[in-house]
């Protein structure tokens, strides 16, 4: 999956539209994807493309945060994710070897 800004998929969009509106509804977010792409997005595609970017984008911050330490055991990346104030934000996706 490629992140960014391409015609083709939304994964940009739907990640950007959720942090920027936080307090809208996924159909409210969805017409604004609508909008911005000029095709339809669904509630459910946007929910789709919004779990796939999140999910890649989380593994995007581990593996940036991994590249950072000497030591790169998955406790000491928990832990570097934790100082940064990061595992909340990538907890849920983080491989069974990395969780607590």
């Known amino acids: 999956m490629q992140f960014g800004r391409s015609p083709e998929g939304i994964a940009y969009t739907s990640l950007r539209l959720t942090a920027d509106h936080p307090q809208e509804s996924s ?4 017409a604004r994807a609508s909008a911005i792409t ?5 509630v459910d ?14 593994q995007m911050i581990v593996d940036e945060v991994r590249q950072t330490l000497d030591n790169a055991h998955p406790e000491d990346v928990v832990q570097e994710l934790c100082d940064l104030g990061l595992m909340e934000f990538v907890r ?3 491989p069974e070897s990395f969780r607590k």
């Not at 159909?27 to 969805?30: G, K, M, S, V």
């Not at 000029?38 to 669904?42: K, L, P, T, Y």
Request: proline share 0%.
């Open 27 to 30: 159909a409210q977010l969805a």
């Open 92 to 94: 849920d996706f983080l």
């Open 38 to 42: 000029g095709r339809a997005v669904s």
């Open 45 to 58: 595609v946007f929910r789709k493309q919004l779990s796939r970017a999140s999910r890649h984008f989380a």
